[in-house]
């Protein structure tokens, strides 16, 4: 299996506070992603990462900001976190040939 | 932008025996990878089986196996000998061909296999 940590696991946070997210991977994957998972919805892609300090926008990307400072890390930040954010969040990430997805153990968020 | 949809959203299977996940997409491209995903209780991500578009001969997995139509852009998996194990939702995912690719996932089905 794929190296891929996400950290926190689990997080409780209050309306307005910032939030990030941590992914780390040990498998020198070039692409990274991150996604969240809400019933009726399957998994939506929020951002995304060719490389290092290259990174773009998914389709739910409103309210989420990235960084990738190093090819293993990808950080995702909820800059004033909102009820509607509340949601599991899931990283994943791929090599150079990019054929798959590799993700992590997720992460469940809830804003209150 | 490319569409993933599967229109069951729950499915229950008897124990050994088979049954069938749908999925369609819509799609421009030519090249492009298609996946099945499972995702068991304990949330983890685990892939299932996975297609490239320009092969024809379906994938197989032990008891996974697609049937995969380009041109009706269908792409089912099929679970034979289904088992307690295979509880699980299953996602279908669609991914293009070259640089700068994403993977989009459809809504997801529920599989219950009862004993």
């Known amino acids: 299996d794929a190296g891929i940590t996400q950290s926190p696991r689990h997080k409780v946070t209050e309306t307005g506070t910032p939030v990030t997210l941590r992914c780390h991977q040990t498998?020198?994957?070039?692409?990274m992603y991150w996604y969240r998972q809400d019933p009726g919805h399957g998994l939506r892609l929020i951002h995304y990462?060719?490389?290092?300090?290259?990174?773009d926008k998914g389709e739910v990307s409103d309210g989420y900001s990235v960084s990738r400072s190093k090819t293993e890390d990808f950080l995702l930040t909820l800059e004033s976190a909102t009820s509607s954010q509340t949601s599991v969040y899931f990283c994943?990430?791929?090599?150079?040939?990019?054929?798959?997805?590799?993700f992590g153990q997720g992460t469940r968020l809830t804003v209150v | 932008a490319q569409t993933v949809t599967q229109s069951q959203p729950e499915m229950s299977v008897q124990e050994a025996e088979t049954v069938t996940l749908s999925c369609t997409y819509d799609?421009?491209?030519?090249?492009?990878?298609l996946f099945w995903y499972k995702q068991p209780p304990s949330r983890q991500m685990i892939l299932v089986i996975r297609?490239?578009?320009?092969?024809?001969q379906n994938a197989t997995e032990n008891r996974f196996s697609v049937n995969f139509q380009k041109a009706a852009k269908s792409f089912s998996l099929k679970i034979s000998d289904s088992q307690l194990g295979d509880t699980a939702m299953y996602f279908c995912?669609?991914?293009?061909?070259?640089?700068?690719?994403?993977?989009?996932f459809g809504a997801g089905t529920i599989l219950r296999v009862k004993s």
């Open positions: 498998e020198n994957h070039r692409y």
């Open positions: 994943a990430s791929g090599g150079t040939e990019n054929t798959e997805a590799f």
């Open positions: 297609q490239e578009a320009y092969k024809q």
């Open positions: 990462s060719y490389g290092v300090k290259d990174t």
């Open positions: 995912a669609f991914m293009k061909h070259g640089y700068g690719n994403k993977l989009v």
């Open positions: 799609t421009s491209e030519n090249n492009y990878y």
